[in-house]
């Protein structure tokens, strides 16, 4: 069990580690010293009170979206619609407080409300593969990666018809006074980090510390088993379609009011798929997909001073994101397999008999 456990924590840090082997490998045949671009990558990223603002910033996102991932793949259900809830989340956000600040009602309890709305909004957009999943046996994978498209165009329509800035594609900005504040004013991460980290920690606690929790992770563990131990499975897996959608749509509502401040073509793409690779590699644990999201936002956000140090192209960056993904999702399938526990079993009583 031991080895178990110290598998899910030794397999990610493996891989991470060949990714960047791998990433300086391609570096060197770049022209580059690997060295000379990881130290910009890092310096980029956390080197300065500055760099160290953006990652959060970036990181954002990211978190509400592993998190999102990470809730309803706990209960054994596929939620790919992450993208879409986000995006629910930030319309809402902007639809609302473009409508109030015409009537000239601005304010911090607007920036709540829209908060709020944001997250209903996801969580709404969560219900729909949720429902069809429980009452018709659909396959949410394929509803809820279809219902991404449908938020994205729905989201075109309002800044391309319904609220255009004039000629330009794109919605006026949110009132200054409705918007998420930064945490600290000279830094570019807002309130939103600070949101996100903490739902994370409840989210935590209420998986890993209470009997509802408990269900939730049982029926994740075993459907059938939970289903004869008396729990309600198909209701847990329908609550848990609608939270892991309003956490998606918090992270969207969060990121308009305190980031982007509009609807633009483009906002929020791909942050879904990147959150269930984030929680993948968190091992479904809140705090884990925390820290992997602020890994990934570092990759990125270093990269562009790495490009300008060196000249190593920003893409270098997104190959070893990839390679850490794919890496770590063969790395814990493999110790999943019967072979490997079987070599685990000789290892063990080996060392017992010596």
Same mark, same amino acid.
């Given at each position: 069990?031991?080895?178990?456990?110290?598998?899910?924590?030794?397999?990610?840090?493996?891989?991470? &580690?060949?990714?960047?082997?791998?990433?300086?490998?391609?570096?060197?045949?770049?022209?580059?010293?690997?060295?000379?671009?990881? =130290?910009?990558?890092?310096?980029?990223?956390?080197?300065?009170i500055n760099a160290l603002g953006n990652?959060?910033?970036?990181?954002?996102?990211?978190?509400?979206?592993?998190?999102?991932?990470?809730?309803?793949?706990?209960?054994?259900?596929? +939620?790919?619609?992450?993208?879409? =809830?986000?995006?629910?989340?930030?319309?809402?956000?902007?639809?609302?407080?473009?409508?109030?600040?015409?009537?000239?009602?601005?304010?911090?309890?607007?920036?709540?409300?829209?908060?709020?709305?944001?997250?209903?909004?996801?969580?709404?957009?969560?219900?729909?593969?949720?429902?069809?999943?429980?009452?018709?046996? =659909?396959?949410?994978?394929?509803?809820?990666?279809?219902?991404?498209?449908?938020?994205?165009?729905?989201?075109?329509?309002?800044?391309?018809?319904?609220?255009?800035?004039?000629?330009?594609?794109?919605?006026?900005?949110?009132?200054?006074?409705?918007?998420?504040?930064?945490?600290?004013?000279?830094?570019?991460?807002?309130?939103?980090?600070?949101?996100?980290?903490?739902?994370?920690?409840?989210?935590?606690?209420?998986?890993?510390?209470?009997?509802?929790?408990?269900?939730?992770?049982?029926?994740?563990?075993?459907?059938?088993?939970?289903?004869? +131990?008396?729990?309600?499975?198909?209701?847990?897996?329908?609550?848990?379609?609608?939270?892991?959608?309003?956490?998606?749509?918090?992270?969207?509502?969060?990121?308009?009011?305190?980031? =982007?401040?509009?609807?633009?073509?483009?906002?929020?793409?791909?942050?879904?798929?990147?959150?269930?690779?984030?929680?993948?590699?968190?091992?479904?644990?809140?705090?884990?997909?925390?820290?992997?999201?602020?890994?990934?936002?570092? &990759?990125?956000?270093?990269?562009?001073?790495?490009?300008?140090?060196?000249?190593?192209?920003?893409?270098?960056?997104?190959?070893?994101?990839?390679?850490?993904?794919?890496?770590?999702?063969?790395g814990l399938a493999l110790v999943q397999?019967?072979?490997?526990?079987?070599?685990?079993?000789?290892?063990?009583?080996?060392?017992?008999?010596?």
């Open positions: 069990m031991k080895i178990k456990k110290a598998s899910g924590f030794i397999v990610p840090l493996l891989s991470i &580690l060949l990714a960047f082997i791998i990433g300086g490998i391609i570096m060197a045949a770049l022209g580059a010293n690997p060295f000379e671009a990881m =130290q910009y990558l890092i310096k980029g990223s956390f080197g300065t990652t959060l910033n970036k990181a954002t996102p990211l978190i509400f979206c592993g998190l999102c991932a990470c809730f309803a793949y706990k209960c054994g259900v596929f +939620n790919l619609g992450g993208e879409g =809830q986000f995006l629910c989340g930030a319309m809402t956000a902007c639809v609302v407080a473009l409508l109030l600040g015409e009537k000239g009602v601005e304010g911090w309890l607007i920036c709540l409300l829209c908060l709020v709305l944001g997250t209903i909004a996801g969580g709404i957009w969560g219900f729909i593969p949720g429902i069809l999943k429980i009452t018709r046996g =659909q396959n949410e994978m394929i509803i809820s990666i279809m219902l991404n498209y449908v938020a994205t165009l729905f989201m075109g329509v309002i800044y391309t018809n319904w609220m255009r800035d004039a000629s330009v594609p794109q919605t006026l900005q949110v009132p200054q006074a409705d918007r998420l504040g930064r945490i600290f004013p000279k830094l570019r991460f807002t309130w939103g980090f600070a949101i996100a980290v903490a739902v994370g920690i409840l989210m935590w606690i209420f998986l890993f510390k209470t009997s509802a929790g408990f269900k939730i992770r049982a029926v994740g563990y075993n459907m059938t088993a939970s289903r004869f +131990n008396g729990f309600p499975v198909k209701k847990l897996m329908f609550v848990s379609f609608i939270v892991s959608g309003a956490v998606a749509g918090l992270g969207g509502a969060a990121e308009l009011m305190g980031t =982007q401040f509009r609807l633009i073509n483009g906002f929020g793409s791909g942050y879904g798929f990147d959150g269930v690779a984030m929680a993948l590699i968190g091992q479904l644990n809140p705090v884990a997909t925390i820290f992997v999201a602020i890994f990934f936002a570092a &990759l990125r956000v270093g990269s562009t001073a790495m490009q300008a140090a060196t000249g190593v192209p920003t893409s270098v960056s997104d190959i070893i994101q990839a390679l850490v993904i794919i890496f770590t999702v063969a397999l019967p072979e490997f526990e079987a070599f685990r079993l000789r290892l063990t009583s080996g060392k017992k008999e010596a």
